[in-house]
């Protein structure tokens, strides 16, 4: 499968990509303790590496909001 963007937006949007993903075997629970682990590691990772002032600046971030 291809997926194609416009050109005329790529040349506003540099940074834009499509990614498609396939997930098999999931298994939906409600909440757990791996999960809740998971979670809090993933925020603090995230608040180490980004401000609220400099996440606005962040390539992928502007280029999606950009284009919404």
């Keep these: 499968m291809v ?3 416009e050109p005329t937006l790529t ?3 540099p940074g ?5 993903g ?3 075997r999931v298994r939906v629970e409600s909440s757990g303790a ?3 682990k998971f979670k809090e590691e993933l925020l603090s990772e995230v608040k180490q ?3 609220l002032e400099s996440l606005k600046d ?3 971030f ?3 909001r950009d284009f919404f």
């Excluded at 834009?16 to 498609?20: A, E, F, I, N």
Aim: charge should be positive.
């Design 62 to 64: 502007r280029a999606y």
């Design 3 to 5: 997926f194609e963007i």
């Design 22 to 24: 396939y997930v098999d």
């Design 49 to 51: 590496k980004y401000s």
């Design 16 to 20: 834009l990509r499509v990614v498609v």
């Design 34 to 36: 791996n999960l809740q």
């Design 58 to 60: 962040v390539a992928i």
């Design 11 to 13: 040349n506003h949007l």
